[in-house]
């Protein structure tokens, strides 16, 4: 299969122009970009869109990482979930019970990394499932101070946000947001503050991180012990898919563990098979004390969030935090067929690993433009950069790639300040693959000779 694109993407007189129009007069601003994405969806099967003009392209997005079993949805989910609905969808799960719920925090208890017990908070998105952690921590341990790290992002409610630190424009005009935060370098082997190349030298890229936190905000700024907890991706998602060295987890959490200070892991983007693995974590040998999941856990059916934390952390009273959707039957149902299924996509996505590094590198050793190329299991950046020696961030060049893609039929989305993420559906075949890749290289090629 091949994807045809016939009519200009918001070209003059199609569809897609007409409802862009639309939508500015109607939705608020979010972060649309009509100049380099003007895609109006109005299906999706499998791993391919259909615009509203009749165009099909292959999707490299899903859905910004929520549709990991493909759309509209897998055809197990859908069953499970049509079924669900002839009984009930919501059934106000924060004040009465239901088994929906309770089968899925079992089954994520069982799954996280970690050999303690656990419970989940449901809520609605990644941003919710966040604010969750960020009550738990500071509850559980009556300290007050969270570090997070540069390039990462968390949300954007106002406790989050505090959290988020990928671009200022999310902070831009909403001051205050939750006191009590501190960013500290996270180890990107390819931009960090100290020049270090981390592909070369990871532990020593490590030991400048560790060395951060305890020596320059540990011992001068915040009290070890009124820092309740460390909030990192496991791979920087819209920070730029950034990679930190294999052994960077491991060691982080000895040090927080010698003060006490717990460790979440913000799986929103990175979770749900992405990588190869359920969770991302897993590749880095450490179990989080708390971790965060939302966009795939429902398989893109229902909105969920769900924070899964060590059950001695749990909220000591009755009413300190709830909400009304949390523990939703339909989700309920929906993500725990979706793990079902993405437990048997996981050596699917550990293979395709190979074919997206075997067509993704070489673009770094034959393009000056292309300054990184990093990736786990079907989650790649590639970063796009002025030149090799300068590295500095070409997002003009970028986004004519991504522009030049989708007319040729690949749906791509930026992230970071000069980064492409190529995310497929974990249920992408391998030819799918190679055409989504050969689109890609093209596009490039055409990009970077301009
Ligand atoms: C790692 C991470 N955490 C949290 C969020 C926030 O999720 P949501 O947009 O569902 O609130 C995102 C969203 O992109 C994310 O990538």
Known sequence: ???????????????????????????????????????????????????????????????????????????????????????????????????????????????????????????????????????????????????????????????????????????????PWMPGVVHVPYPNPYRNPWHINGYEQPEELVNRVLEFIEEYVLDKILPPDEVAAVISEPIQGEGGYVVPPKMFFAELKKLLDKYGILFIDDEVQMGMGRTGRMFAIEHFNVAPDIISLAKALSGGVVPIGATIFRAELDFKQSGIHS????????????????????????????????????????????YEKVGDVRGIGLAWGVEIVVDKKSKKPDPQTRNKIIKTALESGLVLLPCGKSSIRLIPPLVISEEEAKTGLEIFAKAVKEAVSA
Request: net charge positive; aromatic share 10%; hydrophobic share 40%.
């Open 1 to 175: 299969m091949k994807p045809v694109v016939n009519i200009k993407p918001g070209s003059e007189g199609s569809k897609a122009k007409y409802w862009i129009e639309e939508h500015y007069k109607y939705v608020a601003t979010t972060t649309h970009d009509p100049q380099d994405l003007p895609l109006v969806i109005e299906r999706g099967e499998g791993v391919w869109l259909y615009d509203v003009d009749g165009n099909k392209y292959l999707d490299f997005t899903s859905g910004i990482g929520v549709c990991n079993i493909g759309y509209p949805t897998h055809p197990e989910v859908k069953k499970a979930v049509i079924e669900q609905l002839e009984k009930i969808a919501h059934a106000a799960g924060t004040d009465f019970y239901n088994p929906y719920q309770v089968m899925l925090a079992k089954k994520l208890s069982t799954i996280a990394p970690g050999d303690f017990p656990k419970k989940v908070f449901f809520s609605n998105s990644g941003t919710e499932a966040n604010e969750a952690a960020i009550k738990i921590v500071r509850q559980a341990t009556g300290r007050k101070f969270i570090i997070a790290f540069y390039g990462g992002f968390h949300g954007r409610t106002m406790g989050s946000l505090a959290l988020t630190a990928s671009k200022n424009v999310q902070k831009k005009g909403v001051f």
């Open 323 to 366: 909400n009304t959707f949390g523990g939703h039957a339909l989700a309920s149902i929906a993500a725990l067929k979706t793990i079902e299924v993405i437990e048997g996509l996981l050596p699917h996505v550990q293979k395709l690993e190979k074919i997206f590094a075997e067509e993704l590198m070489p673009l770094k050793e034959k």
